[in-house]
């Protein structure tokens, strides 16, 4: 089944160790997009990549750096984890739809807890 | 700065119609995005208004005036598995989203 696809599901990590949430997708989209969501907020974009090569950052890229070497793969890196990124993390890309919009299309999501 | 404004939660009987209002202010606007998302899940796409008026989509119709700064989602004939958080998005004159924190809604039998 095409889409996105996002791993780990959940993850409970210490304080101070590295982690790397990854995110593949099969449908060839040249954009791809790392949110977090966390409750009472709205998402914010913490990086971006508009093409396989570049990287760009968000709104909160700060403790996250992020890779692009192919067209498929998206992976989110957080060197040394501090309990303010406990959240849920999406990934997504941008379809076409037939109302002339580009619309997010969202993996389903890693729940990061650190303590 | 930018900000969306959403009601944090709404509550609605099955069967009922509800409104579910947005305002906005941001550097200029591209677009205005309606996402539903179950508890757990990811936000699936709803609906888009870039023009003034009224897109209907089945049970679903969204309203955009650009003039007030204002969207709302109309959901007709609630049903349970309607019980989501519904996002409003807007996209700035840089094509940047900026998200509202969502209005959960919860359907009453």
């Known amino acids: 089944i095409a889409g996105i696809t996002q791993a780990p599901t959940s993850q409970i990590l210490a304080a101070g160790r590295r982690m790397t949430l990854r995110c593949t997708q099969d449908m060839r989209h040249n954009a791809m997009y790392w949110y977090r969501q966390d409750l009472g907020l709205g998402l914010r974009l913490i990086h971006y990549s508009n093409t396989a090569g570049t990287t760009g950052k968000g709104e909160v890229p700060d403790g996250y750096s992020v890779s692009r070497a192919n067209t498929d793969d998206f992976p989110l890196t957080l060197a040394s984890a501090v309990p303010s990124q406990t959240s849920v993390y999406f990934c997504?890309?941008?379809?076409?739809?037939?109302?002339?919009?580009?619309?997010?299309?969202f993996g389903a999501g890693s729940r990061l807890t650190v303590l | 700065g930018q900000n969306i404004d959403q009601p944090t939660e709404m509550t609605a009987t099955e069967g009922a119609i509800v409104q579910i209002n947005c305002t906005y202010q941001?550097?200029?606007?591209?677009?205005l995005f309606w996402y539903q998302q179950h508890a757990g899940e990811a936000p699936t796409f709803l609906s888009y208004n870039v023009l003034d008026g009224l897109e209907e989509k089945g049970r679903f119709s969204s309203f955009l005036s650009r003039s007030k700064g204002y969207s709302y989602l109309l959901l007709k004939e609630l049903q349970m598995k309607d019980s989501a958080s519904y996002l409003c998005?807007?996209?700035?004159?840089?094509?940047?989203?900026?998200w509202g924190a969502g209005t959960k809604l919860i359907i009453k039998p």
């Open positions: 941001t550097s200029g606007f591209n677009g």
């Open positions: 998005a807007v996209r700035d004159r840089d094509y940047q989203l900026i």
């Open positions: 997504a890309t941008t379809v076409s739809h037939s109302s002339g919009a580009n619309v997010l299309t």
